[in-house]
């Protein structure tokens, strides 16, 4: 039904740019079709970002570990399917837990000792991150693991069918619970972050650490939650895209560029500018790849983002202080 509905709603519009585009040498549903995989590269982005965003945008911690917790998350839900027969999206709790519990270790063992010192702090969380993948190697070696997706999530919503009923516009059901994981987990940060009185230690901790201390704030304590919950959501990112790409030691690498363009572009202190970032991000290697190519088009975005750090350094979105 909802295939018909689509189909009466976009079908005179289609057939109108199908002649335009026959006129012009030009495939608009091709292009419409990049467009939607694009908001799974959106959805995919956020879900990355959202845990960098805040152990760097709140905390100022350049956590390059970032993306090894991003693979245990999937190991996580490797783990917990393969022995424990778990359905996918409820290895996502266990995924959030354990990452937790390994990013509240690393902050009382290490990112504690290092708070205002970002070049010992980057050294710290790059060898963090070399020996993360020496131990997941060690445990699970450098096989390639796979985590299943669950049945109820495969295959695609036709939003257009040409005549004889072929889908000619589609996404995947799987890219649009990402889209919505990332959207629901955003939407409870924020949350968190600026309607509770730990979001509001928070952000008394970031302004002025001695000022929250003198005012009866557990700084250490903000400091572990806040960083644990990054490394957590960082575990739920991974454990989503598990089911997209082989788990292996190295694969939080691949997204651990991509998260940094997100988090600098869209700004470092507010959480809409992580959302921003991943959007035109997202989009514009979706769009750019299908008018040129893929390797260019990620050539051409990081370009993008280096002007945009030239020129606007604190990125699209800032807080406004007071001189």
Same mark, same amino acid.
């Given at each position: 039904?909802?295939?018909? *509905?689509?189909?009466?709603?976009?079908?005179?519009?289609? %057939?109108? &740019?199908?002649? #335009?585009?026959?006129? +012009?040498?030009? !495939?608009?549903?091709?292009?419409?079709?990049? &467009?939607?995989?694009?908001?799974?590269?959106?959805?995919?982005?956020?879900?990355? @970002?959202?845990?960098?965003?805040?152990?760097?945008?709140?905390?100022?911690?350049?956590?390059? @570990?970032?993306?090894?917790? $991003?693979?245990?998350?999937?190991?996580?839900?490797?783990?917990?399917? +393969?022995?424990?027969?778990?359905?996918?999206?409820?290895?996502?709790?266990? @995924?959030?837990?354990? =990452?937790?519990?390994?990013?509240?270790? =690393? #902050?009382? =063992?290490?990112?504690?000792?290092?708070?205002?010192?970002?070049?010992?702090?980057?050294?710290?969380?790059?060898?963090?991150?070399?020996?993360?993948?020496?131990?997941?190697?060690?445990?699970?070696?450098?096989?390639?693991?796979?985590?299943? &997706?669950?049945?109820?999530?495969?295959?695609?919503?036709?939003?257009?069918?040409?005549?004889?009923?072929?889908?000619? %516009?589609?996404?995947?059901?799987?890219?649009?619970?990402?889209?919505?994981?990332?959207?629901?987990?955003?939407?409870?940060?924020?949350?968190?972050?600026?309607?509770?009185?730990?979001?509001?230690?928070?952000?008394?901790?970031?302004? !002025?650490?001695?000022?929250?201390? /003198?005012?009866?704030?557990? =700084?250490?304590?903000?400091?572990?939650?806040?960083?644990?919950?990054? /490394?957590?959501?960082?575990?739920?990112?991974?454990?989503? %895209?598990?089911?997209?790409?082989?788990?292996?030691?190295?694969?939080?690498?691949?997204?651990?560029?991509?998260?940094?363009?997100? *988090? *600098?572009?869209?700004?470092?202190?507010?959480?809409?500018?992580?959302?921003?970032?991943?959007?035109? %991000?997202? +989009?514009?290697? @979706?769009?750019?790849?299908?008018?040129?190519?893929?390797?260019?088009?990620?050539?051409?975005?990081?370009? &993008?983002?280096?002007?945009? $750090?030239?020129?606007?350094?604190?990125?699209?979105?800032?807080?406004?202080?007071?001189?």
């Amino acid at each position: 039904m909802l295939n018909f *509905v689509s189909s009466a709603i976009f079908w005179p519009t289609y %057939i109108l &740019a199908q002649e #335009e585009a026959a006129a +012009e040498g030009f !495939n608009w549903p091709s292009l419409l079709n990049q &467009a939607l995989n694009g908001i799974g590269i959106v959805g995919i982005l956020l879900l990355t @970002a959202l845990g960098l965003g805040i152990t760097f945008g709140v905390m100022r911690i350049i956590n390059l @570990a970032h993306g090894e917790f $991003i693979m245990l998350g999937a190991y996580f839900a490797f783990v917990m399917q +393969e022995f424990f027969n778990l359905d996918l999206l409820l290895t996502i709790p266990f @995924a959030f837990l354990g =990452t937790a519990i390994i990013g509240a270790f =690393t #902050e009382i =063992t290490i990112i504690r000792r290092l708070y205002g010192r970002p070049l010992e702090t980057l050294l710290a969380t790059w060898g963090l991150s070399i020996v993360l993948q020496g131990v997941v190697k060690l445990i699970f070696t450098a096989q390639l693991k796979y985590v299943k &997706a669950p049945p109820y999530l495969s295959g695609n919503l036709s939003l257009l069918n040409d005549a004889s009923g072929t889908p000619v %516009i589609a996404i995947s059901y799987y890219r649009m619970f990402i889209i919505a994981m990332a959207l629901a987990l955003l939407g409870l940060t924020m949350f968190l972050f600026y309607g509770t009185s730990w979001g509001r230690n928070i952000r008394a901790v970031t302004q !002025n650490r001695d000022m929250a201390k /003198c005012l009866g704030v557990n =700084t250490q304590f903000v400091d572990l939650v806040t960083f644990s919950y990054g /490394c957590g959501l960082a575990g739920v990112a991974g454990a989503v %895209i598990s089911a997209l790409k082989s788990v292996a030691p190295p694969m939080g690498q691949d997204y651990l560029v991509d998260a940094w363009m997100v *988090v *600098v572009t869209g700004g470092v202190d507010k959480l809409v500018g992580v959302l921003a970032g991943s959007f035109l %991000i997202g +989009e514009a290697n @979706a769009v750019i790849a299908f008018m040129l190519n893929d390797p260019l088009a990620r050539v051409i975005v990081l370009a &993008a983002v280096i002007v945009l $750090i030239r020129y606007r350094p604190e990125g699209l979105f800032t807080v406004q202080k007071r001189a």
